[in-house]
DNA sequence: CGCATTTATTTGTAAATACAAATATAGGTT
DNA sequence: AACCTATATTTGTATTTACAAATAAATGCG
């Protein structure tokens, strides 16, 4: 293998870990974390969703969230239904004061994007965001087997 | 802020995470980690380097990396000197049993990079890569502060 | 229907992680 | 040299995380 810097794999974990860092530190704050922040976007964009649907689009393993949504649920930033269609699932909804939460971090992740992409032209910006999906699809074979 | 999978962070999140993850599963049967991984390919790039130095290069927090290297040292893969000139500081030292790791390690390592890139021709690779650099670049100024 | 299998979530538990404080050495100033 | 500040690493400690096992409900099948 070449030069670490050409390595794919190293160059996203790399990028990926550096905005994690700064952000956490940014709405640290606000009593909130990067997955806290990862749970109410999620929740902000779609309402009322399954466990595993979350674990999914938020990329933080089941377990993991299970926790986190205990420690969000006692925040009282999000609650739990029971799915009444189906008694195994658990719906996740956001709460007002989620949603609060939520609107006070909006700026920063949108200053966020904004930071990240200095320099960026839109189509520049669109190319990677797509190329970065199609990493993503690439992926979805190995992704857990 | 518009559907989640527009936002860059979220993109870029979750494209790493599924690559650690699958990478994270096939590395263990060897004994490895990705962290260890980390350590490893940052010193077969460039041996004797400063815990500090490679805290940056593998984006693994400084106490946390300390006790990556505890654990390395104890498997023989690494080896602690503290440097001659600067007393403060520690060189790290891959061993011999660490670079057969390390080359075992290889070959998926390099799948890896593949299936990542599967149908992104030469240039759009580099493109990306060349985007994943600037990304980290833009980012420096928030680092830690 | 009763039982086996699959799916969804939670819990047990050990390991990994991060922040802050402690330690150790260096370098500069007087 | 004594002292102050800066730098490098480690340690204390609480939290987060992940894997595996447990629980609970749904689905399919004899």
């Known amino acids: 293998m070449g030069p670490l810097d050409t390595y794919l794999p190293y160059l996203l974990n790399r990028a990926g870990a550096r905005i994690a ?3 956490s530190e940014e709405v640290r ?3 909130a974390t990067l997955q806290i922040w990862r749970v109410l976007a999620a929740l902000r964009e779609q309402d009322g969703r399954r466990m595993g649907d979350l674990s999914n ?3 933080i393993e089941v377990s993991t969230l299970t926790r986190l949504v205990d420690n969000m649920e006692q925040k009282g930033l999000v609650a ?3 799915d009444a269609e189906d008694a195994r699932a658990v719906l996740l909804h956001i709460t007002s004061a989620g949603r609060r939460l939520a609107q006070r971090i909006l700026p920063i992740a949108e200053r966020y994007e904004a930071v990240a992409l200095a320099g960026f032209n839109a189509s520049e910006a669109e190319t990677l965001k797509a190329a970065l999906r199609r990493l993503y699809a690439n992926m979805d074979g190995l992704k857990g087997s």
Do not use: H, K, V
């Open 21 to 23: 860092t700064a952000f």
């Open 29 to 31: 704050p606000l009593g």
């Open 57 to 59: 689009t938020t990329s």
């Open 80 to 82: 739990r239904r029971r």
